[in-house]
């Protein structure tokens, strides 16, 4: 399918050919719920952790004698059953990363591009690069393309300079073309792709 190519000041310059099975496919919407999940998943910390009977602070001395006092038969002060006692199935330190396979995941990302694509909020703007590193002159270039909703600009390559200067804009992910990720992607209201970057990922999807 065809698709327009902006400039940066946000007048047509051309057109450019992008690839079906990426940018037109049917979208998976199974993949890319097991692609957000796992990304959510293997952000989590998993350092949640309760204290067990052995670890809660207390004596370890019998709180009295076994018979004779009419009363249950009772261990020391840190039983689970007494308050500031031990917890029994607390949450431990784990870890919550999974892999995906890397089918899913890939089907996943074209699923994404081609919803954004047939939703028409993706736009292609010729390759640009910001030599000061500065926020203020990669917003005078969002400002002709987007409105300051959630946008995720897709690049060409890890240019340093770019990417310093999209990390002070709140609303804006900056994601490279071979290292795409679902949760921005799918809660993303506008997608920016730098035009270079549409080849790249013709080429990055087409091929595997």
């Known amino acids: 399918m065809i698709a327009k ?3 940066i000041d946000g007048k047509e310059l051309k057109d450019i050919e992008l690839d079906d099975s990426i940018f037109n496919l049917d979208v998976s919407e199974g993949s890319i719920y097991h692609a957000v999940i796992n990304e959510l998943a293997n952000r989590r910390l998993g350092t949640a952790k309760t204290k067990n009977r052995a670890e809660v602070h207390g004596s370890s001395r019998k709180l009295f004698k076994q018979k004779g006092t009419g009363r249950a038969r009772a261990g020391n002060i840190r039983s689970p059953l007494r308050v500031k006692g031990g917890i ?3 949450p431990r330190p784990r870890s919550y ?12 990302m074209k699923s994404l591009l081609s919803l954004k694509n047939k939703s028409n909020i993706l736009r292609i703007i010729e390759d640009f690069n910001i030599e000061t590193g500065k926020t203020k002159d990669l917003a005078i270039i969002l400002k002709n393309h987007v409105p300051n909703e959630r946008t995720v600009l897709i690049l060409k390559d890890d240019s340093p ?8 804009i709140p609303w804006l992910n900056s994601l490279s073309y071979n290292r795409l990720a679902a949760h921005p992607l799918f809660y993303a209201k506008h997608v920016i792709i730098q035009e270079t970057a549409i080849k790249m990922l013709n080429d990055f999807y087409s091929k595997k």
Do not use: E, H, T, W
Not at 97 to 108: D, G, S, V, W
Not at 161 to 168: L, P, Q, S, T, Y
């Open 5 to 7: 190519v902006y400039s």
């Open 88 to 90: 029994v199935f607390g």
């Open 97 to 108: 990363n999974y892999q995906l396979p890397k089918k899913i995941k890939r089907l996943a």
């Open 161 to 168: 300079m770019v990417k310093r200067a999209c990390a002070n």
